[in-house]
């Protein structure tokens, strides 16, 4: 539970949902398009997940290598 919590609190974690609540109000208000939104959800969600992957990738290998 408390790894769970260390997690939530790095910074791409924040950043990523921040983001993601920001751009869903803004949509949401109207002062930007969805598919505008759909577009910069994509890419910040994209690069998070793709950074997740990447560190476990690499912790893996150094545990086999």
């Known amino acids: 539970m408390i790894e769970a919590i260390t997690k ?9 949902l921040v983001l993601t609540g920001v751009f869903a109000y803004l949509s949401c208000t109207g002062q930007i398009e969805a598919d505008k ?4 959800f994509t890419v910040v969600v994209s690069f998070y997940f793709g950074t997740q992957y990447e560190r476990a990738t690499v912790r893996t290998e150094n545990r086999e290598g």
Do not use: A, Q
């Open 8 to 16: 939530l609190i790095r910074v791409k974690t924040i950043v990523t």
């Open 37 to 40: 939104f759909i577009t910069i």
